[in-house]
């Protein structure tokens, strides 16, 4: 099991023998290293004995997999439970953009925006040209600053070009923690001819031939010419 920072969850608890002191209250605990000490959870250090809670925005400041929950009778703290199990509490990543509105154009640059919530410290981007069927690394270990952070995308000339483009960012503390863009966005390249280019007089004579020449950014499988 697992819980993401700075989101809302329910915690659940039974009271037995049913009806013992149901004027108490309870408190509500966490802890990030597998119970050796325990902080409040806001809002919950004295909370009724309903046997339900919500976690709201969830503390984010330690990462890991050895998170715990209990819970104390108010008034007797030998009335406690805790999780049986330690679970996983992992930040939270999102690409904000670019998005199913942006465009990118090969040889210029495009900012990749992107927000961040809990202690995660470095992070990958990563580009699919593909609609997420295999991802080329644009940059990793970047150091995360703030939130929201940007990070520029020099679009090299020899980058794919895509309607279906995606971005993804990954924690590099825990690959299981990352996010991918919403919708797709496009990557144009782009095109020069250089023969013709104006001047010549081309006559037809029924077999002479004519070179078009052009150059191009970007990768492109095949052109369509028009005359």
């Not at 990954?170 to 991918?180: L, P, Q, S, V, W």
């Amino acid at each position: 099991d697992y819980l993401i920072a700075g989101d809302s969850y329910d915690i659940t608890w039974t009271a037995k023998p049913t009806g013992v002191n149901p004027s108490s209250n309870v408190i509500l605990q966490y802890s990030t290293d597998g119970g050796s000490s325990w902080s409040d959870i806001p809002n919950a250090n004295t909370t009724p004995n309903d046997g339900c809670f919500t976690w709201s925005n969830i503390n984010g400041t330690v990462l890991g997999n050895q998170t715990k929950v209990r819970v104390l009778q108010s008034d007797n703290y030998n009335a406690t439970d805790q999780s049986a199990n330690a679970f996983e509490l992992r930040g939270n990543l999102t690409v904000t953009y670019p998005n199913d509105t942006a465009v990118g154009n090969v040889g210029s640059t495009l900012p990749i925006n992107w927000t961040t919530v809990g202690n995660i410290t470095k992070v990958k981007l990563e580009y699919s040209y593909n609609g997420g069927s295999s991802w080329k690394v644009l940059a990793n270990n970047l150091n995360v600053t703030g939130s929201p952070q940007t990070w520029t995308w020099n679009i090299n000339a020899t980058e794919n070009t895509t309607v279906i483009g995606k971005i993804k960012i990954t924690d590099e503390g825990n690959a299981n923690t990352y996010n991918i863009s919403a919708g797709n966005f496009d990557i144009k390249g782009s095109l020069e001819v250089v023969l013709p280019n104006g001047g010549e007089v081309l006559t037809y004579d029924g077999t002479a031939k004519t070179y078009i020449n052009w150059t191009k950014q970007g990768t492109m499988e095949n052109v369509t010419l028009y005359y």
